[in-house]
């Protein structure tokens, strides 16, 4: 049977006609009866035989013979076919009959309520090799219906656990797919009376289940993405693989990958923008905003990058404000009106210009431009943040007015450079309270003009005393000392005064101290080195040649332990004995390169050392242990040290000598065998 044969057109509570198969059967036995000439059973119809003589015998006497037959009836020949060919044709109609196979039914017109259980069965069958829900759905209502007690009721319960588990199967391809709710849907269509239903409930919590896990991790993978957590992240998502889902462990799991990497790499570029604000510069600030503002709104990186914006923005506003701290307003400015709209500090940054632009003013100094910052500040709204400061400004800059009055007023008497008038903008510069925002500046005009007064008072104090020095005597030099400590302390000439003291005084001291020296040098010259010592040493410390009479001092003692190490050395080398060769060369090389003995020292180290090594080859010829001892005491900086090293390398080798190669007989070709 085709497919059309069961088309969806058909339904189960459809009323037909009387069974199609039977028409078709009623006609053609009426066909064939027309056929072959023999009625129905029961007809009351007489055969055409019968009714020819009827026939013939209403008919008009004719002139040719009336009564007498045609001539065609009369042959044999004729009646001889038809009694062969009618009886065989109808034996051969009554065959086929018998041997013709019943037709399949046609589904699709059958009247259900009076269906056999067989044709229901045939019918739902053909209806579930389809294996679509619907026509699974469809098989099942076709037999599900039928009495328990029914003999095909085994058979038929087989196959409603069959069809309901693939309408599950079914299912689970959707839920595989992605469509969890279409999955649901599915496997909820299952009938609830059937033994089979049990299985839907297990399998869409094991659905949900699985559904409800996929999307925990997918949810973590998010949030560690937020974080900027990318190597959890990818962790997480690496959950994905272990889901008992097709859609998740494939589709999703590539796609939170892809995320993920876009993720990181617009995360990569936040984090460089960070540190482009860590440098403080405006360029790199600009730049660090442009980054943060190409990250798109799909990003997970977004969120962050939108909190960093307003960031970054407000570190240019506070590096504008340290310029404004510094007094730089042309600069403050210029970076605050840099700042984008993006970071929403526009209202801020309109305010920090307006009071800016205002204190630039105030900082000219003059009174025309403290008037024009009070104008400036004083049209600030006072809904603005910055109200409040702006209304302080004013208060401070109406005060500074009046002193700015009293500050330029002091100016102009000093700037006539007399006593009289410095005194005069002193105490015009003094009537600014310390209160008062101007004090500081006024404090520094005040000690400007104090150290003016001051200097002019005491440089004929120093003057003169420079005049008294200049004959450099003990007496002059004494007197330019005591003219100059009339400067008092805290006077504004009063260290370049300790100065000159100070020189006068190194100078007196080296025309008192310097004959001591002189006549201790003159005695190291002779050779009395102590003697030069003690007179050395009548020069007090901390006087200006203590330092040169000290260094003198040293070297003097120096040379005379060289000379005791010397003259001792040579004493203890008279022994001959290597030990008391030793300690000849060790008191020799005690004397200093810098002293006259140095290359006596010298000389009679390497004869030492040679006297060794002669004593070492005696030794040898009886004790080589006892000549390599005697050997190995020879210092690296005498002249024999690589001649008893060498000698030393001998004698170890008699003492211990190598094993020497011994060789076999000739192998053929002439190679010798060693062992």
């Known amino acids: 049977m085709t497919e059309r044969d069961t088309s969806e057109s058909w339904s189960l509570g459809r009323a037909r006609e009387p069974d199609m198969m039977t028409r078709l059967s009623r006609a053609g036995h009426v066909n064939e009866t027309k056929m072959s000439g023999i009625p129905p059973a029961g007809s009351n119809s007489k055969s055409v035989m019968q009714s020819k003589p009827n026939t013939s015998e209403q008919l008009p006497p004719s002139g040719h013979g009336s009564g007498k037959m045609p001539r065609w009836l009369k042959s044999w020949v004729l009646w001889a076919l038809l009694l062969t060919l009618v009886p065989g044709g109808i034996a051969f109609m009554a065959m086929g009959m018998l041997l013709k196979l019943p037709s399949a039914p046609n589904c699709p017109s059958i009247f259900w309520p009076l269906a056999s259980a067989s044709v229901r069965l045939h019918c739902a069958q053909l209806a579930a090799s389809k294996q679509t829900v619907k026509d699974l759905l469809q098989a099942i209502d076709l037999v599900k219906l039928l009495p328990e007690s029914h003999p095909l009721r085994e058979e038929i319960d087989r196959y409603l656990e069959q069809w309901s ?3 599950l199967k079914l299912a689970d391809e959707s839920f595989q797919q992605g469509k969890l709710e279409e999955a649901i849907a ?4 299952i009938p609830e009376d059937l033994p089979a239903h049990q299985l839907v409930k297990e399998q869409i919590t094991e659905w949900e289940k699985t559904w409800s896990e996929a999307e925990g991790i997918y949810q973590e993978a998010e949030n560690e993405m937020r974080e900027q957590h990318w190597h959890d992240a990818f962790m997480a998502a690496a959950k994905l693989l272990r889901v008992n889902n097709k859609y998740w462990a494939s589709i999703k799991y590539d796609q939170l990958n892809r995320l993920i ?3 990181r790499e617009d995360g990569d ?8 604000v860590q440098s403080g510069n405006v360029d790199n600030l600009l730049k660090a905003i442009k980054i943060a503002e190409s990250i798109q709104k799909d990003s997970y990186v977004y969120p962050k990058a939108q909190e960093a914006i307003p960031k970054f923005g407000r570190a240019m506003l506070d590096l504008a404000q340290k310029n404004l701290d510094r007094r730089d307003a042309d600069q403050a400015i210029s970076i605050a009106q840099q700042i984008p709209f993006s970071t929403g500090l526009q209202s801020e940054t309109e305010d920090f210009i307006a009071i800016a632009e205002a204190q630039r003013n105030a900082w000219i100094g003059t009174v025309a431009g403290l008037e024009t910052a009070i104008a400036q500040a004083q049209q600030i709204d006072p809904s603005r943040a910055v109200y409040d400061k702006a209304q302080q400004l004013i208060a401070r800059w109406q005060l500074e007015i009046e002193d700015v009055s009293k500050l330029e007023k002091a100016r102009t008497l000093a700037s006539q450079g007399t006593i009289n008038d410095l005194t005069a903008a002193i105490a015009q510069a003094q009537q600014i309270p310390d209160s008062n925002p101007r004090a500081e500046e006024a404090r520094e005009e005040i000690n400007g ?3 003016q007064v001051q200097t002019i008072e005491d440089r004929p104090y120093l003057e003169r005393a420079e005049e008294i020095a200049l004959l ?6 004494q007197a330019a000392i005591t003219e100059a400590r009339q400067i008092r302390r805290g006077r504004a000439l009063y260290r370049e005064a300790q100065r000159k003291i100070a020189l006068w005084t190194a100078k007196i001291e080296r025309i008192e101290d310097q004959p001591y020296l002189d006549q201790a040098r003159d005695l190291a010259s002779s050779g009395n080195l102590p003697a030069a010592i003690n007179v050395a040493q009548q020069i007090p410390s901390g006087r200006a040649l203590s330092g040169e009479a000290q260094a003198a001092i040293d070297d003097w003692r120096a040379q005379i332990r060289a000379r005791e190490n010397w003259s001792k050395a040579r004493e203890v080398a008279l022994a001959g004995t290597p030990q008391s060769l030793v300690e000849a060369i060790r008191l020799a090389s005690r004397v200093p390169r810098s002293s006259i ?6 000389i009679a180290i390497d004869q030492w050392s040679q006297q060794l090594l002669d004593i070492a080859r005696s030794q040898g010829e009886s004790d080589i242990s006892r000549a390599i001892e005697t050997a190995r005491l020879i210092p690296r900086y005498a002249a024999a040290y690589n001649a008893a090293q060498e000698q030393i390398r001998i004698w170890r080798n008699f003492l211990n ?5 011994q060789f076999e007989p000739l192998l053929p070709g002439g190679i010798q065998q060693q062992q």
């Open 657 to 661: 000598p190598e094993p020497e190669q």
């Open 472 to 477: 450099e005597d003990i007496n002059s030099l």
């Open 165 to 167: 588990r693939d309408i």
């Open 186 to 189: 599915t496997a909820r269509q």
């Open 261 to 263: 990497t876009s993720a």
């Open 269 to 276: 570029k936040l984090a460089k923008a960070e540190n482009l």
């Open 597 to 602: 003995l140095s290359s006596d020292a010298s």
């Open 449 to 451: 003009w104090v150290a």
